[in-house]
Nanobody, 127 residues
Framework: QVQLVESGGGLVQAGGSLRLSCAAS????????VGWFRQAAGKEREFVAT????????KYGDSAEGRFTVTRDNDKNTVYLQMNRLIPEDTAVYYC????????????????????WGQGTQVNVSS
């Protein structure tokens, strides 16, 4: 079992920055890597970024590449999403999710591969 709690959303002007946090808890935390997704109104859930607790290069979706950075703090069981140069199109509910490290059949970009989800945090970017 893994519990996830996001925080850090809010309203920001275009060009600004926000840092989202995802605090993970539960006995299986380190068997589940954390990914960030977002869902804008009327759109499908979209992969943003993921990072492994064990290290290795983070992976990003097209919309995040070059502007967002995902990091982890294993001591705090927390994954962060630093979002810079925000644009109105980044407006969405942002979710963190946990994917069992041995998951097969679904790419890390597919929300179906993630077993646990946080409640989401709203990000609004004004023009």
């Amino acid at each position: 079992q893994v519990q996830l709690v996001e925080s850090g959303g809010g309203l920001v002007q275009a060009g600004g920055s926000l840092r989202l946090s995802c605090a993970a808890s539960g006995r299986d935390v380190f068997n589940h890597n954390v990914g960030w997704f977002r869902q804008a109104a009327g759109k499908e859930r979209e992969f943003v970024a993921t990072v492994a607790w064990s290290g290795g290069l983070p992976k990003y979706g097209d919309s995040a590449e070059g502007r967002f950075t995902v990091t982890r703090d294993n001591d705090k069981n927390t994954v962060y999403l630093q979002m810079n140069r925000l644009i109105p199109e980044d407006t969405a509910v942002y979710y963190c999710a946990a994917r069992w490290v041995y998951t097969t059949g679904y790419s890390f970009t597919n929300p179906r591969g993630y077993a646990y989800w946080g409640q989401g945090t709203q990000v609004n970017v004004s023009s």
